[in-house]
């Protein structure tokens, strides 16, 4: 059984800093994908950033490129997100998610609220 817990998260004043952690368990893949996507009350879940566990390629949305860091520790099955300049608009549950087609597992989701 294949398991994501994120944690990092909490409360932090607009312009300050976190990082979001996400430990996969349960089994490993030769391929895969991990992506941190974010849900604001009301809103649709979006995507947030997404790396390749294999070669590291990076993917950013618009809206987080240059603010967010994501990043891979392989021995450690873990990946982190580092998020700095943060303002009121990233406030959201934040979930990690592994794409190994055809499979896919999300994690619970951590909380991040930023403070005006």
């Known amino acids: ?16 800093s976190l990082r979001l952690s996400c430990v ?24 947030v950033a997404a790396i390749s566990w294999s070669v590291g390629n990076t993917y950013y949305a618009g809206s987080v490129k240059g603010r ?11 990946v982190y997100l580092q998020m700095s300049s943060l303002t ?3 406030t959201a549950v934040y979930y990690c ?4 087609p055809p499979y896919y597992y ?3 989701g951590t909380q991040v609220t930023v403070a005006s």
């Open 1 to 16: 059984q294949v398991q994501l817990v994120e944690s990092g998260g909490g409360l932090v004043q607009a312009g300050g």
């Open 24 to 47: 996969v368990s349960g089994r490993t893949f030769s391929s895969a994908a991990m992506g941190w996507f974010r849900q604001a009350p009301g809103k649709e879940r979006e995507f």
């Open 68 to 78: 967010f860091t994501i990043s891979r520790d392989n021995a450690k099955n873990t």
């Open 88 to 90: 009121p608009e990233d």
């Open 97 to 100: 998610k592994l794409t190994a």
């Open 106 to 108: 999300w994690g619970r």
